[in-house]
């Protein structure tokens, strides 16, 4: 494998892993963060968060990475995010770790996701 | 499925570190929804990514634009076979994780509170079903999700990707407090 593919392939393989060992792909840990009664996962995302700030503080200018902009689209598409990840337990990242576990409903999670996004991309080229 | 998860400080480091390998590897922020959204249609940045000034690029309508300009300092985006290949290796990590927790293969059934607000049965695959098209076109809608906004975004202090952020979890911890009040 080429080292560019080895870059994408190292991070993925490690996200993946962190992901399910997390339990993050596990609906019943993730409804328990979204109503309070167990705030495991929360911590975790907030660790990383504040993690990263640091990380970035520190090494973020010599990457020269793209901003983020205000656009249309960035709170209603949170909003229609937000609904959907309650009610399926899967962010896109998700979804595909539970597929790698061996999950069969997250087949149905994942192709929804996939019609979503040619969806957005339909209304984006129309 | 009783497998013993990590606790999240060792979680937290595990995302946080991946966010930033990728960054410093790929030299553009981690986001998955847009990762999936380049191995499924190898489209460029889509319109979300692109600065508020700048060339118009990533639609058919402007050649002239070459792609690195859309993604603002000069770093281009992830093609579509590294995505793809990021796609399909956290598939692998996600195995290898099962493999490690003792999870088994081919599950039919998730979680009890799931079942408990939806069934068992075909309404059940509906809700996952269109509930995923909310995720999928919500995500690139908005240029992000948990990881493209949540991780990198809130990261680097991005504000736009801070409200994003704030909306999808404020929704979503509605969303699962009203589930819990009307289905059961």
């Known amino acids: 494998m080429s080292p560019l593919l080895l870059r994408s392939a190292l991070p993925g393989l490690l996200l993946g892993f962190v992901v399910g060992r997390l339990g993050f792909t596990d609906y ?3 409804h328990r963060m979204l109503v309070f009664s167990d705030l495991r996962l929360f911590s975790a995302f907030a660790l990383a968060v504040n993690l990263l700030v640091l990380v970035f503080m520190t090494f973020g200018k010599g990457l020269k990475l793209p901003n983020a902009t205000f656009h249309r689209g960035l709170i209603p598409g949170a909003i229609l995010f937000g609904v959907g990840w309650a009610l399926t337990g899967a962010c896109p990242g998700v979804a595909l770790v539970q597929v790698g576990q ?16 040619g969806l957005r991309q339909w209304g984006r080229t129309r | 499925m009783n497998a013993t998860y ?17 960054a410093w ?20 940045p889509s319109k979300t990514d692109r600065p508020a000034v700048g060339p118009d690029c990533g639609v058919p309508s402007a050649p002239s634009a070459p792609a690195s ?17 990021f796609v399909v290796s956290m598939m692998v990590g996600g195995a290898l994780a099962g493999w490690v927790g003792g999870q088994g293969w081919g599950h039919l059934r998730r979680a009890p509170e799931f079942h408990r607000f939806f069934g068992e049965g075909w309404g059940a695959v509906a809700v996952l079903f269109g509930g995923g098209i909310l995720v999928g076109f919500g995500t690139r809608w ?4 948990t990881s493209g906004h949540g991780l990198s975004g809130c990261g680097r202090l991005q504000m736009p990707s801070l409200v994003a ?5 404020g929704v ?10 009307i289905l059961r």
């Open chain 2, 172 to 181: 979503a911890i509605l969303t699962s407090l009203l589930m819990e009040r």
């Open chain 2, 25 to 44: 590897l790929r030299g553009v922020p981690l986001g998955v929804s847009g990762l999936l959204e380049r191995s499924l249609l190898g489209s460029g």
């Open chain 1, 28 to 30: 019943g840990e993730l």
């Open chain 1, 102 to 117: 061996g999950s069969l409903p997250a087949l149905a999670s994942l192709a929804g996701i996939g019609v979503g996004i």
């Open chain 2, 69 to 85: 300009a859309c993604f603002g300092s000069g770093s281009a985006p992830p093609e579509r076979l590294p995505s793809l290949v």
């Open chain 2, 142 to 145: 908005s240029g992000g999700c």
């Open chain 2, 6 to 22: 990590w606790p999240w400080w060792l979680g937290g480091l595990g995302l946080a570190g991946t966010a930033a390998l990728y």
């Open chain 2, 165 to 169: 952020t704030g909306t999808f979890f």
